[in-house]
């Protein structure tokens, strides 16, 4: 197996893996975003909590939550290890650097807007995952719903969740198509698809993420 | 020729990759419009010289566009500011009178300062010779009719043949990545029939030779493809990727 580690220890080896596991966290999203919007109902949080509910308890779902924070933790860690390595190779930085005439903002900024990303999921575990799974704090009459309008009340907290939806949003207007060159998925046919459809999901899947605590800290979701 | 144009140069002066390097800053006078951006330079050397000062060495051959030495950092990007052109090829008529312009060395671990402007590039050879090569038989040579090569395999093996080994795409990338380089040296020879033998073995020695060499992974920013003279797509990175995953998992 010396030679799986070798190759996934080369420069191309470590986005392999920023790609494959930036693709899986993509499509977690979908799962995520779409039972999450059942809030938007407005059936008092029937519909999501019960599919809240069912997360919990599945047993194949408790087991992808493993794998998830298995893969989110191997992006994050080979997010870095690029980071470090690819700062050393200009030991002299440039007087002027005229980067917006070749390239987007944001797809040189990969490092900060995942170091965002990082620090909001942080947070937003620690408002919910940690507050449904390891405290005894969830029962009938306070469900995760009702927790939702409870943290979303506080304005800090909706600024702190629309500004990690927009660093998602442009972590994944690069990130998106930026996987798929990495899986040498390049082609006249099909490339100018993948762009249109990962500009179309990040921006989309923003949207609707920035649109819970907006909604819910403006009482239109009861 | 005679000009009107005045300008102010600030250009990175390094006596050799051993002492710390700084900024000099120079006024250059009546430079003509149609001087390209060597020319000009070489009307402040001649100046230099008669001053009795050092003068900025950089690296040129050709001065048509063909070589890849002409090698200078203009005003944050890799051979100046227009598209498709190397050092050689800007013309002065690209830069307004007063303006000042700041001329560095391409700037990379992989690319060591070997005097002023002038960078050792080697590194690049030596990815050539981990694996850019084919093997042919002595003999008579065949009958080029036998090679069925369908047109757009030679489109592509043609258009990625057109890298001049300049390095543009490395000072541009925030990576000092060679990708772009690699990847059209790996796909000139992929793509065709004469390429095959050495094929897997070619793709990893490669990608591991420019490991080595200490250039940086792909961020997939573009950057290098907007600033290469010779227009090298970003396909052939995708191209290299395929390349050495499938020579990973299938080579001997
Ligand atoms: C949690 C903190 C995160 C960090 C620290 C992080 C960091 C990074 C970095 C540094 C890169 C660029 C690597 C490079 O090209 O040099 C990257 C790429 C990527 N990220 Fe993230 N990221 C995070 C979260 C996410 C999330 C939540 C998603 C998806 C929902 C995601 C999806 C992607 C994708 C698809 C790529 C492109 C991979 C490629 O270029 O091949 N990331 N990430
Ligand atoms: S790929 Fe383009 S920029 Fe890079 S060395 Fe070749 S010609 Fe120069
Ligand atoms: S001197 Fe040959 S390309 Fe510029």
New interface residues.
Partial sequence: MA??SK?LN???G???LMAITGLFLVSFLVVHCGLNATVFFNDGGETFNKGAEFMAKNPFIRTMEIVLFGGLLLHILDGLR?WI??K????????????A????WY??S?GLLGTLLLLFIIIHLKHFWYFSRLTDNLTEEHTLFHEMQAIFASPVVVVIYVLGCISLAYHLL?GF??AF???????PKYTPTIKCIGAAYSIIISIIFAAMPIAFHLNLIH | MEGNLNLTL?IWRQKNAQTAGK?ETYQVSGISEDMSFLEMIDVLNNRLIEEGDDPVAFDHDCREGICGMCSM?I???PHG?NKGVTTCQLHMRSFQDGQTI?I?PW????FPVIKDLVVNRSAFDRIIAAGGFISVNTGNAQDANSLPIPKDHADDAFAAAACIGCGACVA?C????A?LFTSAKISQLALLPQGQAERAKRAEAM??Q??EE??????????CE??CPKGIS??N??????E??SA?FTSK
Avoid at chain 1, 101 to 104: E, I, L
Wanted: proline share 2%.
């Fill in positions: 030679w799986l190759s080369s420069s191309l470590k986005k392999l690029l390595d690819n050393k190779k200009r030991p002299v930085a440039y007087a002027v650097v005229d980067g005439a070749n390239s987007k797809s040189r990969m690069h198509q930026s060159q990495t899986l040498g998925w390049n082609h | 600030k900024f950092y005003n944050g990007r500011p700041t560095e700037r990379a671990e992989a541009a925030k990576n000092a990545s990708m990608v591991a420019m490991d200490g250039f940086g992974a792909c961020s997939n920013t573009g950057a907007a600033e970003l396909e990175i995708a191209r290299m990727n395929r050495y995953f990973v």
